[in-house]
């Protein structure tokens, strides 16, 4: 199994660093509660919700018909928009931590994604890839190398991410996907870490689905609820920060791309950190662990470690998933 631990994309020695900047945002937020609005359940549009809790200022809550979590009331699209124009924290990550794990991202992140897009497309004309939330632009990159596609196109709200991707050498639209114009269909869309941010998931799959040629896939990657760390760790995890209004699980991610005019050709849970997030907060005494939990995760954790993640992950137990679907 190829190993990852939180040290090779999140340097500790940068944490501090992001903290303050983050700390900026949360305040920044939280001085517009004037502009937040209620939704319903963004996946399956239900009003009944249970099992609130407050972190950061915020407040979050569950579904009580397909228990996706999320962020309620939350920031208007407009004051969103306006919160990764001028975000410290992503430019936090632009100048620091993404350099800094650029090396483990490329090799242990997007080399593996780029060859599961490999599989992807097959059957299908590969022509336009549409990288949504394309960030740093690493993998628009690996996929123009591969030379998969005729066109790559990256599009990027936040300009100092967008500016990178230009750096790059890669088409950039530096507009939310929501105000993208495509003059061509779309082969295949990626959105990766993307759309637990979105204000309203279901506009922006739908426009997805319209933007895709026939037999088009969307390829989406996002924490899941349901998973090992999130489900121990709660409100701890640090799944829930404020940028993180929609937290699916693997059956309402279905419902929701289902109600967008999508099948969903797979679903898996390759996610490589649940084990060491959990031992990590019991380390920090953030969760009080079962003796079995303290047995795999600290006392045998050089013997375990790797081989329960690798468990998890492969009986769709752990908390980051990805998403193929089909037009
Ligand atoms: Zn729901």
């Known amino acids: 199994m190829n190993s990852l631990r939180v040290q090779e994309i999140r340097p500790s020695e940068l944490l501090e660093g992001q903290k303050e900047a983050f700390a900026l945002d949360v305040a920044w937020l939280n001085s517009r509660k004037e502009r937040f609005v209620r939704v319903l359940c963004p996946a399956c ?8 809790f407050h972190k950061y200022g915020v407040s979050y809550c569950e579904c009580r018909n397909c228990d996706t979590v999320y962020m309620n009331p939350r920031p208007s699209y407009g004051l969103l928009k306006k919160y990764y124009q001028r975000s410290e ?60 596609f005729e066109r790559v196109i990256a599009v ?31 082969s295949v869309f990626t959105a990766f870490e993307l759309i637990e941010h979105l204000f309203e998931p279901f506009t922006f799959l739908t426009r997805c689905a319209r933007q895709l040629a026939p037999g088009g896939r969307i390829v989406l990657t996002c924490p899941n609820v349901g998973g090992f760390e999130t489900a121990l760790l709660w409100d701890k995890s640090s ?55 303290t047995q795999v995760l600290i006392d045998d954790w050089e013997r375990l470690g790797d081989r329960f993640q690798y468990w998890l992950s492969a009986n769709s137990l752990s908390s980051h998933m990805m998403i193929v679907g089909e037009k």
């Open 45 to 52: 549009g239900h009003n009944s919700k249970n099992r609130v």
């Open 89 to 148: 924290n992503a430019s936090y990550w632009r100048d620091h931590i993404y350099p800094a794990s650029e090396k483990s991202r490329r090799e242990k992140i997007f080399k593996p994604r780029v060859r599961k897009l490999q599989e992807v497309v097959q059957g299908i004309a590969p022509r336009l890839l549409v990288d949504v939330g394309a960030g740093f632009g690493t993998f628009c990159q690996l996929v123009q190398e591969a030379e998969m």
């Open 156 to 186: 990027e709200p936040t300009p100092v991410l967008a500016n990178t991707c230009r750096f790059r050498e890669i088409e950039t639209i530096e507009n939310p996907i929501e105000e993208a114009t495509f003059w061509e269909k779309v």
């Open 239 to 293: 799944t829930f920060d404020i940028e993180h209004l929609n937290l699916f699980n693997q059956e309402s991610i279905t419902l929701l791309l289902n109600r967008c005019g999508f099948d969903v050709k797979e679903i898996t849970t390759p996610g490589k950190l649940d084990a060491e997030l959990v031992r990590e907060a019991i380390l920090d005494e953030d969760y009080e662990p079962s003796s079995f939990l």
